[in-house]
Nanobody, 119 residues
Framework: QVQLQDSGPGLVKPSQTLPLTCTVS??????????WSWIRQPPGKGLEWMGA???????YYSPSLKSRTSISRDTSKNQVSLQLRSVTPEDTAVYYC???????????WGQGTQVTVSS
């Protein structure tokens, strides 16, 4: 059974960097040919795919967020991380890590982390 545990600060101030971590169990993040995505859902809106890191360490980003987003991994801890820079209140959302690409090709989800951007 694959389980994803995403975690991060619940509150971030504008202009700061939001760090999120996803700890994976039941599968290795280096298993071919899986991808590990970050997806968010702002209040009252749909799911937004932010980016992903592949089994081989390759990274992919949404064009709209690419300039502010970095996705990395720690294979020794089986973790995937996201950093979102220069946050604004519009970045308030529930953030999910997931196995798969985009929002249509995901088979496992984390439980979601509520992040509020406010001063």
């Amino acid at each position: 059974q694959v389980q994803l545990q995403d975690s991060g600060p619940g509150l971030v101030k504008p202009s700061q960097t939001l760090p999120l971590t996803c700890t994976v169990s039941g599968d290795s993040i280096t298993t071919s040919f899986y991808y590990w995505s970050w997806i968010r859902q702002p209040p009252g809106k749909g799911l937004e795919w932010m980016g992903a890191i592949g089994y081989d360490g390759s990274t992919y980003y949404s064009p709209s967020l690419k300039s502010r987003t970095s996705i990395s991994r720690d294979t020794s801890k089986n973790q995937v991380s996201l950093q979102l820079r220069s946050v604004t209140p519009e970045d308030t959302a529930v953030y999910y890590c997931a196995r798969g690409l985009l929002t249509d090709y995901v088979d496992y989800w984390g439980q979601g982390t509520q992040v509020t951007v406010s001063s």
